[in-house]
């Protein structure tokens, strides 16, 4: 596609359900990222994927939370038993190469736990 | 482990002049440093991306320049308008490969 693209673009959920996000990242893209916005806050990485290597899992918060990504394709970011801290914008990048190309954003998808 | 500053945290600039952000970093092994704005409630929008071999970097009224050996890069904006007003981002892959990025500056032009 034209650009990365993430849905839902809003998802309200109850404390204690699972909720599963998806990334579909620019066609060709090899890395893909994972990123958590708290309102007012700055950019909190959670996990980033680069071809068929281990993905990097260094920024999930609990393990209430995992993401899977096939190939070079489609993301899913779950967060399994919901929490109210978990509110937030869940973002999505993907480049070229990694670490040496141009990263381009998703909108986000934003998460309120009530 | 890098660290991303930009200061100032906020800046207010009447309309059509020209302004400075600043982007420091810690550590200057770095492969690139990029530029993003993020308007309120939307994703991140790439502005520029200044490799390390790079001195500057240019986009319309943007220019991007890099420092390594200080750790810093500015962003320069020219002849600013009101839809300029926006968070603006800075951020460097390091080490294992994720982005760190600044706490941004919220820039807003006065018409």
């Known amino acids: 596609g034209a650009g990365v693209s993430q849905s839902p673009s809003n998802k309200v959920t109850e404390k204690g359900k699972d909720v599963e996000l998806r990334c579909d990242p620019i066609?060709?893209?090899?890395?893909l990222y994972w990123y958590r916005q708290r309102l007012g806050q700055g950019l909190e990485f959670l996990i980033y994927?680069?071809?068929?290597?281990?993905?990097?899992k260094s920024g999930l918060p609990s393990d209430r939370f995992s993401a899977e990504r096939t190939g070079e394709s489609v993301s899913t970011l779950t967060i399994q038993r919901t929490q109210q801290e978990d509110s937030a914008v869940y973002l999505c990048?993907?480049?070229?190469?990694?670490?040496?190309?141009?990263?381009?954003f998703g909108q986000g998808t934003r998460l309120t736990v009530v | 482990k890098q660290e991303v500053t930009q200061i100032p945290a906020a800046l207010s600039v009447p309309e059509g002049e020209n302004l400075v952000l600043n982007c420091s970093f810690t550590?200057?092994?770095?492969?690139?440093l990029q530029w993003f704005r993020q308007d309120p409630g939307k994703g991140l929008t790439s502005l520029l991306l200044?490799?390390?071999?790079?001195r500057e970097q240019t986009s319309g009224r943007l220019n991007a320049s890099l420092d390594k050996s200080s750790g810093r890069s500015t962003l320069y904006i020219a002849a600013s308008q009101p839809g300029d007003s926006a968070t603006y981002l800075c951020?460097?892959?390091?080490?294992?490969?994720?982005?760190?990025f600044g706490t941004g500056t919220r820039l807003t032009i006065i018409p």
């Open positions: 990048a993907s480049s070229r190469q990694g670490r040496t190309t141009e990263a381009f």
């Open positions: 951020a460097v892959p390091f080490g294992n490969e994720k982005l760190t």
């Open positions: 066609s060709g893209h090899t890395a």
């Open positions: 994927f680069q071809g068929n290597s281990a993905p990097d």
């Open positions: 200044i490799q390390s071999s790079q």
């Open positions: 550590d200057s092994a770095i492969y690139n």
